[in-house]
């Protein structure tokens, strides 16, 4: 598969040593390290719960609870992760390092906006807005992925000697 991300030659590090002091003694480390799989969780029951409804049309109510709870967690982890980045990097959102994956939080976030204006507005049916849900939920999929890969190069980079 190649070589590690931080052995390519001029491969800019994600972290400087004063950024990572700073995201190993903050607490939000510790936030967004508890929240991210609970979201994942929450993601995994409403996953069941929606497509049971659109396969068998049951389980409406359950289903609109689990996205209820998705969206507030997404919400959640959004906020508390902008206070990370703004720890860690100087900047709540946008910071050079996970800049492309604040972009698709952002689609993640407007799909799970919709899902909650049509629910309160009534001005989308329910089958659409169960249909939206699995939109935002692959893009939700592809955002944490994105998220797990940048965990994967600090490591990468964390083991490698100065």
């Given at each position: 598969m190649g070589r590690p991300p931080q052995s390519r030659a001029g491969a800019k590090p994600l972290?400087?040593?004063?950024?990572?002091?700073?995201r190993d003694g903050s607490v939000w480390t510790l936030v967004q390290g508890i929240l991210a799989p609970v979201q994942f969780v929450i993601f995994l029951?409403?996953?069941?719960?929606?497509?049971?409804?659109?396969?068998?049309?049951?389980?409406?109510?359950?289903?609109t609870i689990s996205v209820l709870a998705k969206t507030?967690?997404?919400?959640?982890?959004?906020?508390?992760?902008a206070i990370w980045e703004k720890?860690?990097?100087?900047?709540?959102?946008?910071?050079?390092?996970?800049?492309?994956?604040?972009?698709f939080s952002f689609v993640v976030l407007a799909l799970h906006t919709l899902y909650?204006?049509?629910l309160i507005t009534g001005s989308i049916a329910p089958q659409t807005l169960m249909l939206i849900t699995l939109?935002?939920?692959?893009?939700?999929?592809?955002n944490a992925g994105q998220f797990l890969w940048k965990l994967r190069i600090a490591r990468l980079q964390s083991e490698v000697p100065a």
């Open positions: 972290y400087t040593a004063a950024q990572r002091a700073r029951v409403s996953l069941v719960l929606v497509l049971r409804f659109l396969t068998t049309g049951e389980g409406y109510f359950a289903a507030a967690a997404l919400y959640l982890i959004m906020i508390t992760g720890v860690v990097f100087g900047q709540y959102l946008f910071a050079p390092g996970f800049f492309w994956e604040d972009v909650l204006y049509g939109a935002a939920y692959i893009t939700y999929v592809v």
